[in-house]
């Protein structure tokens, strides 16, 4: 894997968050007829927020968590993770005076409202647990793939200890590790089906292959997707179509999105698409095509206007120094 790629990697994750951050958990009609990819859209919350045009959420501030992680000289635990998310999140709250949009359960847990161990509980006994594990996975992608399968789990495992959570969790990096060392996108879900996927979830990843493009979803189609629709438990509106925040459908997400899209842009745009939960999925996807097929498709004001990308560089830098110079020497000999 080269820099240029974990580079645009890592700088495509903050600007597929930053953009669909303000329209998340709007519905899927909605970002249909008012979404026009021409400039920056905020109406979360009413627009009553702390989201500035190009200001990135909770996933990519967890995303920089594993990234760092990764570099930190440590073990890659779960208490080492913890300890990266919680300095990330001190460290927005100090520069802005307050803390990023999107954070789910975890801010209990930062803010001593609730123990970890509390956290943890309440996200096993989910049916599909929350999202965050995937949302925070493609940098594992990076890591040598010897150790890609253990991370993936101590990264569910850190707050998530949910069979789905891990499995979701493993299914991105195996996403990311695809196409990301240059394999054609048409041979991902074949590439997913032989690997060391947990066998529970092998019918649900076959079934994306014979789903239809995504201007030709059907109802039905969503619904394997995303679930019951209007989504449930939706304390402030009650009509919302789209994609909840659920590890294991992102997951599933992530898989069909990316066995579409051609490149960075159509990736951000077929996340956002989805309705629901549209930041996580817009992270992950446009991070993972932007390694693949450049930025070059991106519009300009996004990369303008994106947060981080400078950070970005330099994070992308030291994880090519540390796990891939060396082969990539070898590989120009």
């Known amino acids: 894997?080269?820099?240029?790629?974990?580079?645009?990697?890592?700088?495509?994750?903050?600007?597929?968050?930053?953009?669909?951050?303000?329209?998340?958990?709007?519905?899927?009609?909605?970002?249909?007829?008012n979404v026009h990819f021409d400039q920056f859209v905020n109406v979360w919350k009413g627009g009553k927020n702390n989201i500035l045009p190009g200001y990135y959420s909770d996933d990519t501030e967890h995303s920089?968590?594993?990234?760092?992680?990764?570099?930190?000289?440590?073990?890659?635990t779960e208490e080492l993770l913890l300890e990266k998310f919680k300095n990330e999140y001190e460290t927005d709250l100090k520069a802005k005076g307050h803390?990023?949009?999107?954070?789910?359960?975890?801010?209990?847990?930062?803010?001593?409202?609730?123990?970890?161990?509390?956290?943890?509980?309440?996200?096993a006994s989910r049916e599909d647990p929350?999202?965050?594990?995937?949302?925070?996975?493609?940098?594992?992608?990076?890591?040598?793939?010897?150790?890609?399968?253990?991370?993936?789990?101590?990264?569910?495992?850190a707050t998530h200890p949910h069979r789905l959570a891990r499995a979701g969790s493993y299914l991105t990096v195996l996403c990311a590790r695809h196409l990301l060392n240059g394999n054609p996108k048409e041979n991902l879900i074949k590439t997913l089906l032989s690997s060391d996927i947990?066998?529970?979830?092998?019918?649900e990843v076959s079934t994306i292959f014979r789903m239809p493009s995504p201007n030709e979803l059907t109802h039905s189609d969503y619904l394997f997707l995303h679930g019951k629709q209007p989504l449930p438990h939706i304390s402030w509106d009650d009509n919302i179509y789209g994609m909840p925040c659920?590890?294991?459908?992102?997951?599933?997400?992530?898989v069909y999105v990316l066995h579409h899209a051609n490149n960075a842009f159509e990736a951000l745009k077929y996340s956002a698409r989805m309705g629901g939960d549209?930041?996580?999925?817009?992270?992950?996807?446009t991070g993972i095509a932007s390694g693949a097929y450049g930025l070059d498709s991106l519009p300009k004001f996004m990369l303008d206007q994106t947060?981080?990308?400078?950070?970005m560089e330099t994070l992308g830098t030291k994880i090519y120094e540390k796990f891939h110079r060396e082969t990539s020497v070898e590989q120009n000999l």
């Open 198 to 203: 947990d066998p529970a979830i092998r019918l």
């Open 1 to 33: 894997m080269n820099e240029t790629t974990i580079i645009n990697t890592k700088k495509g994750i903050p600007i597929g968050d930053s953009f669909c951050l303000g329209i998340e958990f709007k519905s899927r009609p909605w970002i249909l007829e």
């Open 99 to 123: 803390h990023r949009d999107g954070h789910g359960s975890i801010e209990k847990w930062y803010l001593g409202l609730e123990t970890i161990e509390e956290i943890r509980r309440k996200q």
């Open 130 to 157: 929350g999202n965050a594990p995937v949302m925070r996975a493609v940098p594992i992608a990076f890591a040598p793939v010897q150790d890609q399968k253990r991370y993936s789990d101590i990264n569910a495992n």
């Open 307 to 311: 947060e981080g990308l400078e950070r």
């Open 278 to 285: 549209v930041d996580s999925l817009a992270a992950v996807c």
């Open 64 to 76: 920089i968590g594993v990234t760092e992680a990764l570099l930190d000289e440590r073990e890659f």
């Open 246 to 254: 659920a590890c294991f459908k992102t997951a599933l997400n992530v």
